[in-house]
């Protein structure tokens, strides 16, 4: 796919769950306790830091491009995007968490 956003499922040709050292290195960094260098190669691979947020960002302009073909937000039920994505639990999920206020 081209990007450092390790499914939990994968595991290396040698057995290895690659999703475990990856939450490690975040944990690391988040906590500040990652050294400068291999912040800086994990970045110049294109490591995500925080990958809710950029499933979030990536969502968003998948609505973005709905409502600019479309006119408005009201993604139907059965729409998918041209990537495979159902935008409609997407959408669904963020008008509850408005409600719940819990939308930042």
Same mark, same amino acid.
């Given at each position: 796919k081209g990007d450092c956003l390790v499914p939990d499922a994968y595991e290396t040709f040698e057995?290895?769950?690659l999703r475990f050292w990856?939450?490690?290195q975040r944990q690391a960094y988040s906590k500040g306790q990652l050294s400068e260098e291999r912040t800086?190669?994990?970045?110049e691979l294109g490591f995500v830091w925080e990958p809710y947020d950029a499933a979030? $960002?990536?969502n968003f302009?998948?609505?973005v491009q709905y409502r600019d073909e479309k006119g408005d937000c009201?993604?139907?039920d059965a729409?998918?995007?041209f990537e495979g994505v159902k935008l409609r639990f997407w959408v669904h999920n963020q008008?509850? $968490?408005y409600s719940k206020g819990q939308l930042s």
């Open positions: 057995g290895v769950k990856v939450h490690n800086k190669r994990l970045e979030w $960002a990536e302009e998948l609505l009201l993604v139907p729409y998918e995007t008008r509850q $968490a």
